[in-house]
């Protein structure tokens, strides 16, 4: 292969050509973090000498990238926990070791110079820096939940949103919900926008109007409810995230909303807690383990010519329901369940697999 090019260093340093005409030749009025990042990411990338393809080093990437940047910690999230202990263990069963990259890059070059065989990325947005410098070098890529802009031959493992969402739409239709609010718009992956835009689509077919309540991940006492839980003009709430529906509970408490005779509830979520709520939570399952073991598999077969790899585009995932107390009104429903105790029957498959 040719070495890169000025634009290609520019394009995975993120400044222009110019830019790094100045830092390789020594001119310009460049400040010495920006000449210097820009010398390192065009070692990484190869430049001055005949590039060869990556050195395998057995080991793999993985990184939450819808946020990247902000020191947040995403292993207190249980979806990202689980599947990262899925993922782990997959790797290592394939004989790979498995780097967990933290939210905040510590450092624009860390991207540019990690030394991997392959990267998984979960919820990667719209514009991903981490994605554009991965790509400027080479490093193959599977994602958790489709890219915003995939390329023709990318990857991803994912759940079927707009199925999924259609059917809890139904099934908290079914229980008796007439207005029922959205608790999402908060970030930028696909998994936010394709589930906003299938339950638009729904309310719309059933001339309801959308309310979508935005979700604050430190809004503990659920104040984004007070208008809605006041006017009393909805009775059941989807939330898309994991906090979301405790932020629910805490709400309707303070309205003195009971659940689920006044409000129905679905969050989704890898919490076992929310079986022991009071009332116990219906829940949906993005499965985020059979996701990793998946995703991982696929890296690794991407990684090996003598494996078939699965053909570009998506890998579905049927996501799974866990009906429970707070979906089911006429019920007679218990503070709390007994830890041990059975929540609910097993859960059942939503979300059909598109092939």
């Known amino acids: 292969m040719s070495g890169p090019t000025l634009t290609d260093i520019a394009r995975a340093a993120e400044v222009s050509t110019a830019t790094v005409s100045h830092a390789l030749n020594g001119t310009g009025r460049l400040g010495e973090s920006t000449r210097r990042r820009v010398r390192e990411v065009a070692a990484a990338l190869g430049y001055g000498s005949r590039r060869t393809p990556l050195t395998r080093t057995g080991t793999l990437g993985l990184a939450v990238t819808t946020y990247a940047g902000a020191p947040w910690n995403f292993l207190e999230i249980p979806y990202f926990s689980r599947l990262l202990t899925a993922a782990a263990a997959t790797a290592h069963a394939l004989g790979y070791a498995l780097t967990v990259l933290p939210a905040a890059r510590g450092g624009e070059t860390l991207w540019h110079t990690l030394t991997v065989d392959g990267m998984l990325l979960l919820d990667s947005p719209e514009d991903d820096r981490v994605l554009r410098a991965l790509r400027a070098r080479g490093i193959p890529v599977v994602f958790d939940g489709r890219p915003a802009d995939p390329h023709p031959d990318d990857v991803w493992v994912d759940n079927d949103h707009a199925t999924t969402t259609r059917e809890l739409l139904d099934h908290l239709a079914a229980a008796g919900a007439r207005r029922i609010a959205l608790h999402a718009g908060y970030g930028r992956e696909y998994y936010t926008g394709a589930v906003t835009r299938a339950y638009e689509e729904w309310c719309r077919e059933r001339g309801r109007e959308p309310s979508v309540i935005t979700f604050d991940p430190e809004d503990t006492p659920g104040h984004a409810f007070d208008r809605a839980f006041s006017a009393r003009s909805c009775d059941a709430v989807h939330s898309l995230y994991d906090p979301g529906g405790r932020q629910v509970l805490a709400a ?97 498959p939503v979300g059909r697999s598109s092939g």
């Open 252 to 348: 309707a408490a303070r309205h003195g909303l009971r659940i689920p005779d006044d409000l129905l509830l679905v969050c989704a979520s890898e919490d076992p807690a929310y079986a022991e709520t009071g009332p116990p939570v219906t829940t949906v399952s993005l499965r985020p383990e059979t996701i990793a073991e998946t995703a991982i598999t696929t890296l690794v077969a991407r990684l090996d010519p003598a494996v078939e790899a699965p053909a570009p585009g998506g890998l579905t995932v049927p996501a799974r329901l866990c009906a429970r107390a707070s979906t089911r009104r006429g019920e007679r429903v218990s503070a709390a369940v007994p830890p041990g105790s059975p929540a609910a029957p097993p859960g059942s």
